[in-house]
């Protein structure tokens, strides 16, 4: 299934989890992809799974922190010219940090927004006078549950994908006359960078009870990243055609 071929497509987040997977699912489909991320230690790794695959011939990595307004410009500018023009963009950068609200410092705050909303705004921005030139072009974004159900000790994170969301429809309605589909997945229950190890970091005092709804009710226990690139897959290419303005849960039915 080539439903990428010829396609040129821009995804941060790249170095790792829901990005990386994205990242891998499109160069199998026979996209072109240029991966950024602020990690270069997991670019490298992203990378090399492409050469493992037979697809790094299409692939270019790019060093790139969406939070900050120069690096976004002339990186979007250079996977631009890298690619010859641009049909997608995936905003999949983001980070979870985890604090009782009352304590929540406004750096952490402030951290939160800068990445997951700011960043996804700037690259955005920067990206839509290519996208409107391209073929068929689409934005996917990531919001997440949280945006909608409650997720304890995710005040910044949950205000966030809430602002992703509500900014997703804004550009879809914008450009939508213009040819332009923009759409934001809500993962949830998603086994990933973010959602393991020391990603979260719920404080040490966290009341897991408060978690005792967020259980998938398919499966055995959390996806795997490819779960929700497959997904992303989709709505980038013409399966998507008619989808636009609207966000795609993919929990498990951890929130039916």
């Given at each position: ?103 929540t ?29 391209g ?6 974004n ?11 000790y995710m ?26 589909r ?75």
């Open positions: 299934m080539n439903r990428y071929e010829k396609r040129r497509v821009l995804i941060t987040g790249a170095g790792s989890g829901i990005g990386r997977a994205t990242v891998h699912r499109v160069l199998a489909e026979g996209g072109t992809v240029v991966a950024a991320d602020v990690d270069e230690a997991g670019l490298r790794e992203t990378y090399d799974r492409a050469v493992a695959d037979g697809t790094a011939g299409r692939l270019t990595t790019s060093v790139l922190d969406v939070s900050d307004e120069r690096s976004v410009t002339e990186g979007v500018a250079a996977a631009v010219a890298r690619l010859g023009g641009l049909d997608v963009l995936v905003n999949a950068a983001g980070i979870l940090r985890c604090e009782h609200t009352h304590r410092g406004l750096d952490l705050f402030n951290r939160v927004i800068a990445v997951n909303l700011t960043g996804t705004f700037l690259m955005t921005r920067e990206a839509l006078p290519a996208l409107l030139a073929d068929r072009p689409v934005v996917v990531f919001s997440s549950t949280s945006a909608n159900f409650a997720h304890p005040a910044a994170y949950a205000a966030s994908k809430g602002g992703i969301q509500a900014m997703t429809h804004t550009i879809a309605a914008e450009y939508g006359g213009r040819g332009l923009a759409v934001a997945v809500a993962p949830g229950s998603i086994a990933s960078g973010m959602t393991t190890g020391a990603g979260p970091g719920l404080p040490e005092d966290a009341d897991m009870r408060l978690f005792a709804k967020l259980v998938p009710a398919i499966g055995e226990g959390f996806a795997a990243p490819e779960t929700v690139a497959g997904v992303v897959a989709m709505l980038g290419s013409e399966d998507g055609a008619f989808i636009t303005g609207t966000e795609i849960r993919i929990d498990g039915g951890t929130h039916y």
